[in-house]
Structures are given as structure tokens and as C-alpha cells.
């Protein structure tokens, strides 16, 4: 089993920024990517980004390209979600993934709690 733990979503003005972290413990051996989705109320959950286990590769959704900054952390059981320029459609309940696929960007089997974060105009 792998326990992922979300923070630092919250409220926001559209323009502002927010920083996401999400830490995996338990059973994290292996070399596996990492991502972000959310839903916002009244639709489906979304992919948002992922990153690899090493970092080194990255993947947006095009919503949020140029905007938002998925990175790992250096014992790679860490994952932020660096949000910029935020908008008032980046509204929803964020959760944080592990095992994510690079290729499909079809969720792994765990999920964080999720993060709710607001961005008001």
C-alpha cells in the first residue's frame, strides 16, 4: 500500500499562486511517476500533470501549460505542483497520484485525500 498526504491548497485571487505538496510513504519502491488531477464540482476528475521518478520528464495538460510546474522532490517520494497566473476555472479539489502512466496519463491505483483550492475574482 502507498499512502499519499496532500497540503497547501487554499484561497486564492485570480493572478495569484499556490504550491501544492504531496508525500508518498509506504510501499513506494520502484521507479514510478507521480501527477496531479482534479475535479472540479459537477465534472470528471482530470489529469493535470505528471512527472517521472527521476524528474528529468514532465507532462501538462494543455489547460495549464506555461502555467503550472510539476516537480520532484530529492528523495523522490516528494511531488510539487508549483500553480502561477491561477484562474478562476483552475477551481477544484486536487489529488495527488502515484503510479501515474507518462504515456496514457491514466491514473495509478493510489490517490491522495485532495486539496481544495479556490480561485476567487
Known amino acids: 500500500q502507498v499512502q499519499l498526504v496532500e497540503s497547501g491548497g487554499g484561497l486564492v485571487q485570480v493572478g495569484g499562486s499556490l504550491r501544492l505538496s504531496c508525500a508518498a510513504s509506504?510501499?513506494?519502491?520502484?521507479?514510478?511517476?507521480m501527477g496531479w488531477f482534479r475535479q472540479a464540482p459537477g465534472k470528471e476528475r482530470e489529469f493535470v500533470a505528471a512527472v517521472t521518478w527521476s524528474g528529468g520528464s514532465t507532462s501538462y495538460a494543455d489547460s495549464v501549460k506555461g502555467r503550472f510546474t510539476i516537480s520532484r522532490g530529492n528523495d523522490k517520494n516528494t511531488v510539487f505542483l508549483q500553480m502561477n497566473s491561477l484562474k478562476s476555472e483552475d477551481t477544484a479539489v486536487y489529488y495527488c497520484?502515484?503510479?501515474?502512466?507518462?504515456?496514457?496519463?491514466?491514473?495509478?491505483?493510489?490517490w491522495g485525500q485532495g486539496t481544495q483550492v479556490t480561485v476567487s475574482s
Open positions: 509506504g510501499r513506494t519502491v520502484g521507479t514510478y511517476p
Open positions: 497520484n502515484f503510479g501515474v502512466s507518462m504515456l496514457t496519463m491514466n491514473p495509478g491505483n493510489y
